[in-house]
């Protein structure tokens, strides 16, 4: 896999001891588009997210960068704006460029064919994004800063969400009417069942299940407390010990959220968890481990 300039940034830290925070995260991603390693995202029902093995949380704006004008699907759409020989280069990138903002068909089809580096991500709230058409290893087209329209799809399934709170107009809508959403603390009385963690904000609740299961995965099941006396818990019936945090959201960027791989003895210890000690799980913790 190739690392991603936020990759090589990441490991840099990891080599001195340290670790970026969260909105050096914030700004590569609302500087520039980056490569997505597809093992990162988790299609929701409140959009798609970007979930990084470190547990940086946020929702994206995705869209295809490269195009090859003479691949099976693409040329024929390609030749319909070719224009003599020459290229109306709006025309083009309007007819084959959409953003995507929620879970559609095109993304999972992407996923299941494991389109390799044909999607992007990228925080830019404006809705322009650098594109670029390819004819075997010769750019034909690039444009830097060209304004996208959000995916029909994608503005259906967004309304379909929303409900009677008014639809959105897919001509006019900008990321940022989507991605610029806090992920807000929820008073604890809303917390549901299933959620183990009683500071997961509203925003979250609906996807959380996948959430955690994707961050425990992209961290091999291993507590990331550094006190932690039995951080990992990949073996069998072990992976049922182990809980993400919510940590919160960077104040800077509020569309960012902090999240943790941590066993739920380690969790119990964060602060208004006392909770924990009531739950199935903490009791199989100290059975497994024979701290009853």
Same mark, same amino acid.
């Given at each position: 896999?190739?690392?991603?300039?936020?990759?090589?940034?990441?490991?840099?830290?990891?080599?001195?001891?340290?670790?970026?925070?969260?909105?050096?995260?914030?700004?590569?991603?609302?500087?520039?588009?980056?490569?997505?390693?597809?093992?990162?995202?988790?299609?929701?029902?409140?959009?798609?997210?970007?979930?990084?093995?470190?547990?940086?949380?946020?929702?994206?704006?995705?869209?295809?960068?490269?195009?090859?004008?003479?691949?099976?699907?693409?040329?024929?759409?390609?030749?319909?704006?070719?224009?003599?020989?020459?290229?109306?280069?709006?025309?083009?990138?309007?007819?084959?460029?959409?953003?995507?903002?929620?879970?559609?068909?095109?993304?999972?089809?992407?996923?299941?064919?494991?389109?390799?580096?044909?999607?992007?991500?990228?925080?830019?709230?404006?809705?322009?994004?650098?594109?670029?058409?390819?004819?075997?290893?010769?750019?034909?087209?690039?444009?830097?800063? #060209?304004?996208?329209?959000? @995916?029909?799809? %994608?503005?259906? &399934?967004?309304?379909? *969400?929303?409900?009677? +709170?008014? /639809?959105?107009?897919?001509?006019?809508?900008?990321?940022?009417?989507?991605?610029?959403?806090?992920?807000?603390?929820?008073?604890?009385?809303?917390?549901?069942?299933?959620?183990?963690?009683?500071?997961?904000?509203?925003?979250?609740?609906?996807?959380?299940?996948?959430?955690?299961?994707?961050?425990?995965?992209?961290?091999?099941?291993?507590?990331?407390?550094?006190?932690?006396?039995?951080?990992?818990?990949?073996?069998?019936?072990?992976?049922?010990?182990?809980?993400?945090?919510?940590?919160?959201?960077?104040?800077?960027?509020?569309?960012?959220? #902090?999240?943790?791989?941590? @066993?739920?003895? %380690?969790?119990? &210890?964060?602060?208004? *968890?006392?909770?924990? +000690?009531? /739950?199935?799980?903490?009791?199989?913790?100290?059975?497994?481990?024979?701290?009853?």
């Amino acid at each position: 896999m190739r690392l991603t300039r936020f990759s090589r940034l990441e490991y840099a830290a990891s080599l001195i001891g340290g670790a970026p925070g969260l909105s050096v995260l914030a700004q590569q991603l609302s500087n520039r588009s980056e490569d997505i390693d597809p093992n990162e995202l988790i299609f929701g029902e409140t959009g798609i997210y970007r979930l990084t093995p470190g547990g940086a949380l946020t929702q994206v704006a995705i869209y295809r960068v490269d195009n090859d004008i003479e691949g099976d699907v693409l040329g024929a759409l390609f030749d319909q704006h070719a224009h003599h020989g020459g290229f109306n280069g709006d025309a083009v990138v309007e007819a084959l460029h959409h953003y995507h903002l929620v879970e559609c068909p095109l993304l999972v089809e992407a996923a299941l064919r494991n389109w390799p580096g044909e999607h992007a991500v990228s925080q830019q709230a404006e809705g322009r994004f650098p594109v670029r058409f390819v004819r075997g290893a010769a750019t034909v087209l690039e444009v830097d800063d #060209q304004r996208l329209k959000p @995916c029909p799809a %994608c503005v259906a &399934k967004l309304n379909e *969400h929303r409900g009677r +709170r008014g /639809r959105l107009d897919g001509s006019s809508l900008l990321p940022g009417d989507i991605l610029g959403k806090p992920f807000e603390r929820v008073p604890l009385g809303s917390t549901a069942p299933k959620i183990s963690c009683r500071s997961v904000p509203e925003s979250l609740r609906t996807d959380w299940e996948r959430i955690e299961k994707a961050l425990l995965a992209l961290t091999d099941y291993r507590c990331q407390d550094q006190s932690c006396g039995h951080p990992d818990l990949s073996q069998g019936e072990n992976k049922r010990l182990m809980q993400v945090h919510y940590a919160g959201h960077d104040v800077g960027f509020g569309h960012f959220a #902090q999240l943790r791989s941590v @066993c739920v003895q %380690c969790h119990l &210890k964060e602060a208004d *968890h006392s909770y924990l +000690r009531n /739950r199935i799980a903490f009791h199989r913790y100290q059975q497994s481990f024979d701290l009853v």
